[in-house]
């Protein structure tokens, strides 16, 4: 089986992403990676849904679990007649691809495609389960081969020995990003963002940059003025959790203030991805609103007096004037012609 992650860091080997094997799926635990490596199995399509609700995996992430759970979904249902076993998994399809509001458009396409493979091998007489895990990991391989595109375009607006900030995880821009820099010969110094409430920029991307031998700094999430108006930062960088065809865009909550000052001080704003046909404007962006008893507490330990309340909005809306430009794998964009990106049809990413 040919993959694309050879050479990737550890957090994005594709069963360290999450896995389908002997009726249950494995998904490496993100809230506590690196203090901890741990794995949480799921033996239910159900319990792969809650992983993805409680930030077991994020980012992109999601995107191999929903398929590696309809693998599993596939398999609960091995004992039922044909029909009820095709119920059965477009129901999976439904629940697995809303386990998160903001990004279902993306998961619904997995899942949706999943059910339609399984099917196809249900009435061939074939392992709808085998079927699955083989379509998830084409669809593994096409966005990381996808992303490399992605990342080639961003290595060519980054200055040789320049300064990247970034902004949360963006999962496989990371891997492929280094790889870019590295086939140009070219280096550059990694700013990371840490991300609360759950770090991902502190555990997650720094981990990968580190890993790969990048000269790595951790910021938090209030010294990025300071950085700025230091002149330690050349480009932020973000991917994005959707992108409209107006150029707005959503992502970790906290894009939007850094754009605000990469703006003030001059810094371009790369964002990198596709954008989502069924998106025209900014206001088809749901925000998810997340628990805030998760932003009371640091890693576990409470932080606040009793009596202290707290919002948890998961992302931010980031309007297309603060934006340089949105980096594909077509090329760069400017943001407002982002819906350009289709002129020559759309490519099936996920």
């Given at each position: 089986m040919t993959r694309m992650d050879e050479g990737m860091p550890f957090l994005l080997q594709y069963e360290h992403v999450a896995w389908y094997e002997d009726g249950a799926v494995t998904i490496l635990d993100r809230r506590c990676y690196p203090i901890e490596t741990r794995f949480v199995t799921c033996r239910s399509y159900t319990e792969v849904a809650d992983a993805i609700r409680d930030m077991v995996t994020q980012s992109a992430g999601p995107y191999t679990a929903v398929g590696m759970g309809m693998a599993l979904a596939a398999y609960e249902a091995r004992n039922l007649p044909d029909a009820e076993k095709v119920a059965f998994l477009k129901k999976a399809s439904y629940e697995l691809g809303h386990s998160r509001p903001t990004q279902a458009n993306r998961y619904i396409q997995i899942t949706d495609r999943c059910a339609k493979v399984a099917q196809a091998a249900i009435a061939a007489g074939e392992d709808p389960v085998q079927a699955i895990v083989a379509d998830t990991v084409d669809s593994l391989n096409r966005r990381y081969a996808s992303m490399q595109e992605v990342g080639d375009h961003l290595a060519d607006l980054i200055p040789d020995g320049g300064a990247v900030l970034t902004q949360c995880y963006g999962e496989t821009i990371i891997g492929t990003l280094i790889r870019a820099m590295k086939k140009k010969g070219k280096t550059f110094r990694a700013y990371c963002a840490e991300t609360r409430p759950y770090m991902q920029g502190a555990r997650l991307t720094a981990s990968c940059f580190a890993d790969s031998g990048i000269d790595t700094t951790l910021l938090t999430d209030n010294m990025i003025a300071y950085a700025m108006s230091s002149g330690l930062i050349d480009v932020f960088t973000s991917a994005a959790d959707t992108v409209c065809c107006d150029g707005t865009i959503a992502n970790k909550v906290g894009s939007l203030?850094?754009?605000?000052?990469?703006?003030?001080?001059?810094?371009?704003?790369?964002?990198?991805?596709?954008?989502?046909?069924?998106?025209?404007?900014?206001?088809?962006?749901?925000?998810?609103?997340?628990?805030?008893?998760?932003?009371?507490?640091?890693?576990?330990?409470?932080?606040?007096?009793?009596?202290?309340?707290?919002i948890y909005p998961a992302f931010d809306v980031v309007p297309?004037?603060?934006?340089?430009?949105?980096?594909?794998?077509?090329?760069?964009?400017?943001?407002?012609?982002?819906?350009?990106?289709?002129?020559?049809?759309?490519?099936?990413?996920y």
């Open positions: 203030q850094i754009a605000i000052l990469a703006q003030h001080y001059g810094i371009p704003y790369y964002v990198t991805g596709k954008p989502d046909q069924g998106k025209e404007t900014g206001k088809d962006i749901v925000v998810e609103m997340r628990d805030p008893s998760q932003v009371l507490n640091f890693m576990g330990l409470k932080t606040t007096v009793p009596g202290v309340k707290a297309p004037h603060l934006i340089s430009g949105i980096v594909t794998d077509r090329g760069v964009f400017v943001p407002e012609a982002i819906k350009d990106y289709f002129r020559d049809g759309n490519k099936n990413f």
